[in-house]
């Protein structure tokens, strides 16, 4: 049996290292409640789309893949100095394990846009806001139903609250993304 090593440059470790510290920093803020469901408003969700948006599909999914291995091994990594099992398989359970496909989705999905010569920002906002807001609301509501013993519509319902914000932070991670990658600091 042939096995591919698996290795990563000094660079990609510390773009990697640096998308953790990002994430980490974006969960020093304190989550809002919202007070009609256990799932707090949070600004680290953002620091999730960027990492599939600058860092693509494997370096992105990496990045988010070891962050939550740190939560899971409880470090208080998580928006309001959350961590361990306990918070993963709680009520926020759904939208931290949509988490892991999140750059990996906007990442394929942008280098595809890309091979067809959609480069706008619109184009990206798209994607950024299908995978890193709908995607992830629609795998929370599910996980959110199970854990309320409620039905998916109302879980989906109380979902509404967090989409205009998320699209606020989708736009702006399009837009941070956008002028680093001009700038070429993680590219």
Known sequence: MIRKKIS??????TVV??????????????????????VPIVLQNMGIIIAGELLGPRLGTFAVWLFLFLVVLGLPLLSGGRGGMVTI????????????????LIGFSLKLSWH?????????????????????EGIGAIWLANQLHTTLI???????????G???????AVS????????????
């Not at 290292?17 to 469901?37: C, E, R, S, Y």
């Not at 959609?118 to 995607?135: A, K």
């Not at 941070?176 to 590219?187: A, D, G, P, S, Y």
């Open 8 to 13: 990563l440059s000094i660079y990609e470790m």
């Open 17 to 38: 290292a640096m998308m953790i510290a990002i994430i980490v920093i974006l969960g020093a803020v304190p989550g809002i409640p919202v007070g009609v469901i256990p």
């Open 89 to 104: 398989l709680g009520p926020t359970g759904g939208y931290i394990f949509a988490w892991l496909f999140v750059p990996l």
């Open 116 to 136: 067809y010569g959609m480069t706008q920002g619109i184009t990206e906002f798209l994607i950024v806001w299908l995978w890193g807001v709908i995607f992830v």
């Open 154 to 164: 109302s879980a989906l319902a109380s979902n509404v609250l967090f989409v205009f």
């Open 166 to 172: 998320d699209t606020i932070k989708a736009l702006i």
């Open 176 to 187: 941070i993304t956008r002028r680093l990658r001009h700038i070429k600091v993680f590219c």
